[in-house]
T-cell receptor, first 117, second 113 residues
C-alpha cells in the first residue's frame, strides 16, 4: 500500500517570501502521479499542481513549482512570492495509474500554511 | 456540468436519522471518490468507484455507511442511524483516468445533533 507523509503540520511565511512544503511517499510502483492540493478556509479542495513520475522535468504552475526526487521519493512544493491568498491547508497526494484495477488517491495529513504581512 | 457538484451544502440531522449525500461528477469522468474530513483534520478515504468495476469499499467505517453510483455518473452516500461522530465534511471527487487528475466538489458539511 502507498503512504504519503507530510512532516510539517504548520508553517508560516511572510508575504512576498518563498516557502517550501515537504512531502515524502512510499511505493513500489515505478509509474505514478503526485499532486498538491490547496484547501482554503472555504473548504474547497483545489488542485494546485500535478507531476507524472516518468517525467524528469519538475512541474511548474505560475508561482508554484515542485522539486520531484524520484529516487528519494520526495515531492516538495515551493511557493514563490507568497500572497495572503495562499493561506490554506496544503495536501500532498499520490495516485497509481489506472491499469484496470483500483487507483485510489492517497493523501498526506496536510500542512497548514499561514502567510503573514 | 463544469465541475463536481455536491448537495446539500450543509445538512443538520438528528441522531438516529438516515441521510443521503449526493455527488454529480464532471461529465466523462469514470472514477469517483468519497472522503470524510473531520474538523481540522486530513482526508479519510471512504469509497472509490471506477467505471463498471466493483467499488473499493475498504474505507467505509461501519455497515451504517453505503454508497452507490447509478449509470456510472451520480453517486449517493448513505449514512444510516447517524451518530454524533459522523459529523464531518464529506468530500466527493471525480477523476479523468486518462489525465490522472482528480477534482473535488465543495463538500457537504454534516452535523448530527
Amino acid at each position: 500500500a502507498q503512504t504519503v507523509t507530510q512532516s510539517q503540520p504548520e508553517m508560516s511565511v511572510q508575504e512576498a517570501e518563498t516557502v517550501t512544503l515537504s512531502c515524502t511517499y512510499d511505493t513500489s510502483e515505478s509509474n505514478y502521479y503526485l499532486f498538491w492540493y490547496k484547501q482554503p478556509p472555504s473548504r474547497q479542495m483545489i488542485l494546485v499542481i500535478r507531476q507524472e513520475a516518468y517525467k524528469q522535468q519538475n512541474a511548474t504552475e505560475n508561482r508554484f513549482s515542485v522539486n520531484f526526487q524520484k529516487a528519494a521519493k520526495s515531492f516538495s512544493l515551493k511557493i514563490s512570492d507568497s500572497q495572503l491568498g495562499d493561506t490554506a491547508m496544503y495536501f500532498c497526494a499520490f495516485m497509481k495509474p489506472y491499469t484496470g484495477t483500483a487507483s485510489k488517491l492517497t493523501f498526506g495529513t496536510g500542512t497548514r500554511l499561514q502567510v503573514t504581512l | 456540468g463544469a465541475g463536481v457538484s455536491q448537495s446539500p451544502s450543509n445538512k443538520v440531522t438528528e441522531k438516529g436519522k438516515d441521510v443521503e449525500l449526493r455527488c454529480d461528477p464532471i461529465s466523462g469522468h469514470t472514477a469517483l471518490y468519497w472522503y470524510r474530513q473531520s474538523l481540522g483534520q486530513g482526508l479519510e478515504f471512504l469509497i472509490y468507484f471506477q467505471g463498471n468495476s466493483a467499488p473499493d469499499k475498504s474505507g467505509l467505517p461501519s455497515d451504517r455507511f453505503s454508497a452507490e453510483r447509478t449509470g456510472g455518473s451520480v453517486s449517493t452516500l448513505t449514512i444510516q442511524r447517524t451518530q454524533q461522530e459522523d459529523s464531518a465534511v464529506y468530500l466527493c471527487a471525480s477523476a479523468s483516468l486518462m489525465r490522472h487528475e482528480a477534482f473535488f466538489g465543495q463538500g457537504t458539511r454534516l452535523t448530527v445533533v
